[in-house]
């Protein structure tokens, strides 16, 4: 599967996250993990380091898959019948390596990827032309392969089946689509609707951004646009990654001393609250991924 993260050529620049929150936040700038300017501007001072308070960082997935992994190691825990000839939904889809890796590998009839942050779409855009040029190559690498086959080896017929067997899923632009959405704070009266919806790792940003009341709305907007029988694949974090990132900005630090809902009530709150039937825990610790990314995933059936 295609969703390594080196490029060929270099992707858009990002622009940063321009999201209705980030408008009403200003031009924040975060306090944890900020590299010190001092303040006297000398010629060999340190440059602020860039701050993500959406959690948007740039070459997430490079620094939290294994290098001696081949794929996203998430994909290998999630089931087929999940995502085949089904519409999908991945929130906070960043780059967009593992909304492109869902339909590749488990053949989505569509899947649309979202992100607050317009950047990490166009990076997410210029990735899915990257892959489908060199699925396009290879394809063709292929038919030129076994068109020097001695004719013994296999019959035309035989040739045609199997290329086409292998290269279903290739016109991913009918199937993978990016859109720049502050999920939040959108989708209402949304007519769209899902068989199974992701929010991989995204919940501690909308919690630490938009408060308890964000993260109910969060769930109650993922219940309303799935289909009956549709699944909610959760991967939240930890409250101890809270705490790592709680200094990132003002609305981060506030909401992070008001939170209620921690995330070991989740469940609670999916279930007697929001209204979904039943949950299973598909993954204590994912194979492949680095140290503080091995977290358990949640899959709720509605």
Known sequence: MATATAAEDAPPAG????????????NEQGEGGVGGSGGGGGAG????????????YK???GYRIDRNVG??????????QWFENKDCLDIGCNQ????????MKFKCRRILGVDIDSGLIETAKWNL???????KSATKNAKAQESSNPPSQSSPGEVVSELSKGNEHQDLSKIVSFRRENFVESLDGCSERYDTILCLSVTKWIHLNWGDDGLVTLFVKIWRLLRPGGVFIMEPQPWSSYKRNRLVSEVAKENFNTICIYPE????VLLDKVGFRSVELIMD???GSVSGFDRPIEVYHK
């Open 15 to 26: 622009k940063g996250a321009k999201g209705e929150a980030n408008r009403k936040r200003g």
């Open 45 to 56: 001072q340190k440059r602020k380091k860039e701050v993500f308070i959406y959690g948007n």
């Open 59 to 61: 070459n997430y997935y």
């Open 71 to 80: 794929e996203d190691p998430r994909l290998e825990a999630f089931n087929k």
């Open 96 to 103: 967009g390596l593992v909304t492109i890796g869902l339909a």
């Open 129 to 135: 032309r990257r892959i489908m040029r060199q699925d």
């Open 265 to 268: 009530k989740f469940r609670e």
């Open 285 to 287: 610790k994912l194979v």
